[in-house]
T-cell receptor, first 113, second 114 residues
Framework: DGGITQSPKYLFRKEGQNVTLSCEQN?????MYWYRQDPGQGLRLIYY???????QKGDIAEGYSVSREKKESFPLTVTSAQKNPTAFYLC????????????FGEGSRLTVL | GQQLNQSPQSMFIQEGEDVSMNCTSS?????WLWYKQDPGEGPVLLIA?????ELTSNGRLTAQFGITRKDSFLNISASIPSDVGIYFC??????????????FGKGTHLIIQP
């Protein structure tokens, strides 16, 4: 089955620690995205990638980093520089970056203790 | 960036009722989309609209792309328990706008009372 997989589903971390969220897709999509969702808020774009070895900052990139070494994979690192990291993180992919038709993963909930 | 004003913020309805929600903006968009998010899951695309005035149905769901290109609405007829969730509108400036040209509303939380 084609789809997009995020892991872990739940993650706890102590303040000052970096944590990496995994996102893998087997849809052969060129574009991949990371969004952050907070209660009562819409989806805010953290980073996106149009193609392998390329990525762009979104609206709230500070305190986050990404890599796109393979077409299938787009991991997100939440660094200790992110002041308020507790949130629900959503990875998505699409055929190209020019379409609004996104396929989302099931999300990763990060809680900082 | 552009903002989408989505309303209502939440809806409490009885099973079987019809539902209507909308999304407005002061900016013009060329694409409007509606997504649904089940609790603890990622959003799923329901309907995509690409032409001003377009009216599109998907089962019990109907969505329209406003003629001014500044708004869209989503209707759900004869609601059932599995309709519970958060509905997001999204809009895109143009086909070459890139990922940062896609804006999401804050969502409408649909709750069905027994």
């Amino acid at each position: 089955d084609g789809g997009i997989t995020q892991s872990p589903k739940y993650l706890f971390r102590k303040e000052g620690q970096n944590v990496t969220l995994s996102c893998e897709q087997n849809l052969n999509h060129d574009a991949m995205y990371w969004y952050r969702q907070d209660p009562g808020q819409g989806l805010r774009l953290i980073y996106y990638s149009q193609i392998v070895n390329d990525f762009q900052k979104g609206d709230i990139a500070e305190g986050y980093s990404v890599s796109r070494e393979k077409k299938e994979s787009f991991p997100l690192t939440v660094t200790s520089a992110q002041k308020n990291p507790t949130a629900f993180y959503l990875c998505a992919s699409s055929t190209t970056v020019d379409t609004g038709e996104l396929f989302f993963g099931e999300g990763s909930r990060l809680t900082v203790l | 960036g552009q903002q989408l004003n989505q309303s209502p913020q939440s809806m409490f309805i009885q099973e079987g009722e019809d539902v209507s929600m909308n999304c407005t903006s002061s900016s013009i968009f060329n694409t409007w989309l509606w997504y649904k998010q089940d609790p603890g899951e990622g959003p799923v695309l329901l309907i995509a609209l690409y032409k001003a005035g377009e009216l599109t149905s998907n089962g019990r769901l109907t969505a329209q792309f406003g003629i001014t290109r500044k708004d869209s609405f989503l209707n759900i007829s004869a609601s059932i328990p599995s309709d519970v969730g958060i509905y997001f509108c999204a809009a895109q400036r143009d086909s070459g706008g890139g990922a940062d040209g896609l804006t999401f509303g804050k969502g409408t939380h649909l709750i069905i009372q027994p």
